[in-house]
């Protein structure tokens, strides 16, 4: 019986939900943050210089929802500013001394996964989900790179 993208979709999501659930909520206690808080620290470490407008406009919510976030991590030393030299009124962001923490724990929680979980995975069978999910993100981008252009 051939399933539909419908079903397939709802188990990948639940099937990611559970995993998140299973490995990460440990750390998450640990920092207390909420996922929005955790989702903007992971970018924030992936996107050097990134800008609070980046933010906002790469999660597609507002400005303000987004310095309220930002202020949050940055009195928990989770993240720090720098002034943009071009631009005197922009700020860059960057991981403060507890964002290096959490992201230094998320490594060595790492570790751990691949010693006790993944490495009884067969690499083949985990290099092609890593592949689907980057090939899902460059169509979820192109579309959405598309809808900003019809809208201009």
Do not use: W
């Amino acid at each position: 019986m051939t399933r539909t993208y419908k079903e397939v979709i709802n188990e990948m999501n639940r099937a990611y939900n559970e995993f998140y659930i299973l490995l990460f909520q440990e750390l998450k206690d640990e920092f207390g943050l909420t996922g929005q808080q955790e989702s903007m620290l992971f970018h924030i470490n992936l996107n050097e210089n990134t800008t609070a407008n980046h933010i906002a406009t790469t999660f597609n919510v507002s400005k303000s929802a987004v310095s309220q976030v930002l202020s949050k991590l940055e009195k928990q030393k989770m993240i720090s500013k720098q002034v943009n030299p071009n631009n005197k009124r922009e700020y860059f962001l960057t991981l403060g001394p507890n964002g290096s923490k959490y992201i230094e724990r998320l490594s060595e929680l790492d570790d751990v996964l691949i010693e006790k979980y993944f490495s009884k995975i067969d690499i083949n069978a985990l290099e092609q989900m890593t592949e689907t999910l980057t090939r899902i993100n460059k169509v979820i981008l192109e579309e959405k790179q598309k809808d900003l252009n019809c809208n201009e």
